[in-house]
């Protein structure tokens, strides 16, 4: 039985590969959490879509509150990714935006279902590691 040694180099392009996984792992997880609150129900016959943010959204405070903690979340998972500050701080605006003016009740109702700061945050995240949308989920 022959054994195998690994050198340092393997070891780094093991490394590497299994933080590459991971970070496509983790990259997949927003875009599935961004579907979900943003676009993951579509009105038959016309080209609108929305999800559960607009949803929760009708639920005055706890829902517009809910709504941006799961934005909090994607932010942070970005920063743990490494996405730089200048970037973090176009996403917290993006939620910052959404969350405020989705509260007004009514018109923000009505604002949740066109402004989708999920979708726009993970634009972002994928743009700063040239990754296309449509790239994330193929096999």
Known sequence: MATRTWTDTDGA???SDAGQLDR???LRRLSTIARMMDTAIRIPGTGIRFGADSVMGLVPVIGDAGGALVGLY???EARRLGV????LMQ???NLAADSV??????????FDVFFKSNRRNLGIVLDHFGIAAEDLHRR
């Not at 730089?84 to 970037?87: A, E, L, R, W």
């Not at 003016?101 to 009505?110: K, N, Y």
């Open 13 to 15: 392009n093991f490394a």
């Open 101 to 110: 003016l989705g509260a007004v009740p009514l018109a923000g109702d009505l």
């Open 84 to 87: 730089p500050s200048h970037k």
């Open 74 to 76: 994607m932010i942070n």
């Open 24 to 26: 496509l792992r983790r």
């Open 91 to 93: 996403m917290m605006g």
